[in-house]
């Protein structure tokens, strides 16, 4: 199957600073790369579909300026949490598309101190 | 839209017994692809299992096959011979396909699996 990476996993920052998380995909090309955040025992929860080349798509109730992405090439999406707060801690996970199936990264913690 | 249901939280099996997991959807759709996604304790999800809905042949992964009732609009997965490495959560999506697919998923609320020695 796609491999798709991510990185870190895990990451602790001080608040007011920014994170960058990047993701992989490793042996495919993706157009299009999915963000999603995850609390636990819960579902998960749709931020962004992120294109190559063109501005990303963020779902309702999510804050553009503060959950930067960016799809620079087709293999490679990066999420940036600007001036990060306790309340941005979380578990992140991005997926990239391949012949209409989504394949995961094993995911990022970030805990905002 | 979409809607995914998955009525049962938690469920636990024994080791080597049959499980089958609850998925309902909702849609107007006729062209569309379900799929079960593990997360095991790790919490990296892992494609399990997918289905066409125009093909009325259920999915099977060895272990792991599907029960498709379209117009049911039912897709439950069965475990066979379950085993500890299947302990995790389970999550029934839903993607449109085609036209103005943009390769979302729609998730349920998934299932924890405990499977016990």
């Known amino acids: 199957g796609a491999v798709v990476s991510q990185h870190p996993s895990w990451v602790i920052c001080k608040s007011g600073t920014s994170v960058k998380i990047e993701c992989r995909s490793l042996d495919f090309q993706a157009t299009t790369m999915f963000w999603y955040r995850q609390f636990p025992k819960q579902s998960l929860m749709l931020m962004a579909t992120s294109n190559e080349g063109s501005k990303a798509t963020y779902e309702q109730g999510v804050e553009k300026d503060k959950f930067l992405i960016n799809h620079a090439s087709l293999t490679l999406s990066t999420l940036t949490v600007t001036s990060a707060h306790p309340e941005d801690s979380s578990f992140y996970i991005c997926?990239?598309?391949?012949?209409?199936?989504?394949?995961f990264g094993p995911g990022t913690r970030l805990l905002v101190l | 839209a979409q809607t995914v249901t998955q009525s049962q939280p938690e469920m636990s099996v024994q080791e080597a017994e049959t499980v089958t997991l609850s998925c309902t959807y909702d849609t107007s759709e006729s062209n569309y692809y379900l799929f079960w996604y593990k997360q095991p304790p790790s919490r990296q999800m892992i494609l399990v299992i997918r289905?066409?809905?125009?093909?009325?042949q259920n999915a099977t992964e060895n272990r792991f096959s599907v029960n498709f009732q379209k117009a049911a609009k039912s897709f439950s997965l069965k475990i066979s011979d379950s085993q500890l490495g299947d302990t995790a959560m389970y999550f029934c999506a839903f993607m449109k396909k085609y036209s103005g697919n943009t390769g979302k998923l729609i998730f349920g609320q998934g299932t924890t699996l405990q499977v016990k020695p």
């Open positions: 289905q066409e809905a125009y093909k009325q």
């Open positions: 997926s990239a598309l391949e012949w209409e199936t989504q394949y």
